[in-house]
């Protein structure tokens, strides 16, 4: 158990492996969806890309153009297979001389392992910085009066990034005001106190409901080499650059952009189902066996059911609608909370 559980474990988090799974109360925390919540996002891992030669490493290897990361900002970006399927989704940010990728904490060995492939001579080193690098997630109505509360400042636009002496503070996209707050162990007991006052403790899956709702994907060992970029929404996301240049997959990318529609898309739905629908589970239309797509990411909902982020075709999403079904269970459709071109 890492220090970072030992002390929330005196908050009354409940732990599964890495995971902060509830803090004894899961029925309420799911109900608070709408009001102040805080986590500890235990299940996400940093990686630090360090060395003169970092910037230019991984402007060949990511989707979204690395040069634009200046300290005060954020941005997704994919990596991808030479086929241009995505291996990873990474939320990058450049912090004082180095830069931060933070991923799903089970793909973090092998993203390590693949990125040290492709160093070479290149002067980057690449560290995982997990145990040293906590991240905290807080959103809610008063989410942004806490951290000023706090921190005399807090980030105002989605993906602004604010580095202080004891803290970096992100602002996530979406309409629910959502923070990170990146710290590291020696300042966890302050910060936590000082935040979770009046506000729900919460685990991992109310905070994954919150990003369904942002509509934010996520790549998981289950959906690896599934998905182009676009079939996750990454460019409504803001998470591809068309002009960056060359990088892995790059073709492939730009071919789907520049040659005609996306097919393939990802949409927010309701599903109502005993067990939880998992990442990489077939979607197909009512009565058939034939796959028109797959769930990318689910949580629990506030009031029964899953809320659920589903990748498809876009034209049984727009002709089949009523009779889509995951698991023997239709699903209901969500309204997106932003345009795809």
Not at 265 to 294: W, Y
């Amino acid at each position: 158990m890492t220090q970072m559980q030992t002390f929330l474990s005196t908050q009354g988090a409940i732990f599964e492996g890495d995971a902060l799974i509830h803090f004894g109360n899961p029925n309420i925390e799911r109900q608070a969806t709408d009001k102040d919540i805080i986590t500890a996002l235990s299940h996400m891992a940093i990686l630090e890309i360090d060395g003169e030669d970092a910037i230019t490493f991984l402007q060949g290897q990511l989707t979204n153009d690395i040069k634009q990361l200046n300290g005060t900002n954020s941005q997704y970006s994919g990596y991808c297979n030479p086929k241009g399927r995505l291996l990873a989704l990474f939320l990058a940010f450049a912090h004082q001389d180095h830069l931060h990728l933070q991923l799903p904490l089970c793909l973090t060995e092998a993203i390590s392992k693949r990125l040290r492939m492709y160093v070479m001579r290149s002067k980057v080193t690449i560290k995982d910085k997990s145990d040293q690098i906590i991240s905290l997630g807080i959103a809610g109505p008063n989410a942004e009066s806490k951290l000023k509360a706090l921190f005399n400042v807090a980030p105002k636009a989605a993906y602004e990034l604010i580095t202080l002496e004891d803290a970096t503070l992100l602002r996530l996209p979406g309409d629910f005001p959502r923070y990170q707050v990146f710290t590291h162990q020696v300042n966890l007991e302050r910060i936590w106190q000082a935040l979770s006052s009046d506000t729900q403790k919460v685990g991992k899956g109310v905070w994954d409901y919150l990003e369904i709702q942002a509509g934010i994907p996520e790549i998981t060992t289950a959906t690896q080499e599934a998905f182009v970029p676009q079939m996750v929404n990454l460019d409504a996301l803001d998470g591809i650059n068309f002009k960056k240049g060359c990088y892995t997959g790059q073709e492939i990318v730009a071919r789907t952009h520049y040659l005609g529609k996306v097919k393939r898309r990802t949409q927010i739905a309701h599903i109502d189902l005993e067990d939880q629908p998992m990442a990489g589970d077939i979607v197909t239309l009512k009565n058939t066996e034939e796959a028109i797509g797959q769930i990318v990411r689910s949580a629990v909902a506030p009031n029964g059911g899953f809320d659920v982020l589903v990748e498809m075709r876009l034209e049984n999403f727009e002709s089949d609608k009523d009779s889509i079904s995951c698991n023997g269970s239709l699903l209901a459709f969500k309204t997106l909370p932003y345009p795809l071109n």
